[in-house]
């Protein structure tokens, strides 16, 4: 593998090469220059990058990906659009990842988010339909709008630390068969498990306290789910078929 050394925010010498390996200093912003972005199949971000910056490697032909410990952002587009990415474990100290950030990586089968991980944005993973099993740990706090949409998830678990559950967050997951939610969630979003098709049950914890608009909207197994409290609002339509 090719060590490419950046003496300046944006200097890396172009190579030819099949792994790619990026090093940055500091609080630094990763910015590579458009030829080297399709020349590598592995792409090592070395120690002290702390920011992808928007579509940095979108559209480019990396089937593996290895992120910094230092990493704190990954900015919009930054790897949307890569078909080949196969594997993506996101650092405990990101807390971002930008909206369509992996859009349509749809080689994607593996998924580890980060412990320190605070924000997931709008249609952050949306149309990655090899992924199957998903984990949201404790420390998410907002699912964007259409975030995991259009995936292949079989099996999901939401972590208490989520506040809101964005519109549309697991929209068209036809093969989603269980769901768990951890007792800390406040807000299932419209539309947020439509066309979740194969869903069979659910069990909504105490803490929600609104499910939106066709949130199960074409889940025809799915139950009228109970009102934990007596605040509990199920906007009209919930489960609408």
């Not at 458009?34 to 480019?60: H, P």
């Not at 952050?124 to 706090?141: M, Q, Y």
Request: glycine share 10%.
């Amino acid at each position: 593998m090719t060590d490419l050394n950046r003496g300046s925010r944006e200097g890396v010498s172009p190579t030819l090469c099949r792994g790619l390996q990026l090093a940055g200093n500091g609080n630094t912003r990763l910015s590579v220059k458009k030829k080297e972005k399709n020349m590598a199949s592995k792409l090592v971000i070395r120690e002290g990058v702390t920011e992808i910056t928007e579509g940095q490697f979108k559209y480019s032909k990396i089937e593996e990906l290895v992120l910094p410990s230092t990493l704190k952002k990954i900015g919009k587009e930054a790897f949307a659009l890569c078909y080949n990415l196969k594997k993506v474990v996101i650092p405990d100290n990101c807390k971002i990842i930008g909206e369509e950030a992996f859009y349509d990586c749809s080689s994607l089968e593996c998924l580890d988010l980060g412990k320190g991980l605070k924000t997931i944005k709008n249609k952050a993973f949306s149309g990655c339909d090899k992924l199957k099993e998903l984990v949201i740990p404790d420390s998410v706090e907002i699912i964007g709008n259409w975030a995991f949409a259009l995936c292949g998830i079989t099996s999901l678990k939401i972590g208490g630390g989520v506040k809101k559950m964005g519109n549309g967050a697991f929209h068209g997951n036809y093969q989603l068969a269980g769901v768990t939610i951890s007792d800390g969630v406040e807000v299932i979003g419209n539309k947020a498990f439509e066309h979740c098709s194969n869903l069979k049950s659910i069990d909504i914890p105490a803490s929600v306290k609104s499910v939106g608009k066709n949130a199960f909207w074409d889940c025809p197994a799915v139950g009228a789910p109970k009102q934990p409290t007596p605040d509990f609002e199920i906007k009209s339509g919930v489960l609408k078929n």
